[in-house]
């Protein structure tokens, strides 16, 4: 079930990582408060991870720090660097293959390891795009 939070809680979060991966949850964090206004920030069980909904969830950032998973490889998930999710990436047109499925069936990411990688024209596209989607599904729900 999820858990709304406040903002302090994620700002908290982000203080305890690492220099690199602060900035670019913060870069992320700002485009998809731009772009998705309307979206709101939550977190799921205790994972402190930052997660944004509106009719249904849209996408999360999730800093390689914070493991996926007990026992997870956090050196394998480091060098990809800080995840930004899709969470129905498959039903996004992503014709440049910016979006990753790496064998999932829904949720798509996309990896940056430094502020230079976010291209922030691709990052709104795809986050207006992913806004239109949750529209479609708040068009289906009032139906």
Known sequence: MPAQVNSADIDDMIVNLPRD???LVKKLRALIIECLPQAAEKTYNDLRI????????????????????PGADLEKQKSKGVTLGFNYGKLMS?????LL???RKQVYVMYFKKLEDINETKVRALLFEAAMIDEEFGKKKRK
């Open 94 to 98: 992503n014709e440049d293959g910016a």
């Open 101 to 103: 499925a790496e064998g």
């Open 50 to 69: 930052p997660f944004y909904s509106r009719n249904r969830l849209i996408c999360f950032i999730w800093p390689p720090s914070l493991s996926w998973e």
């Open 21 to 23: 991966e602060q900035l």
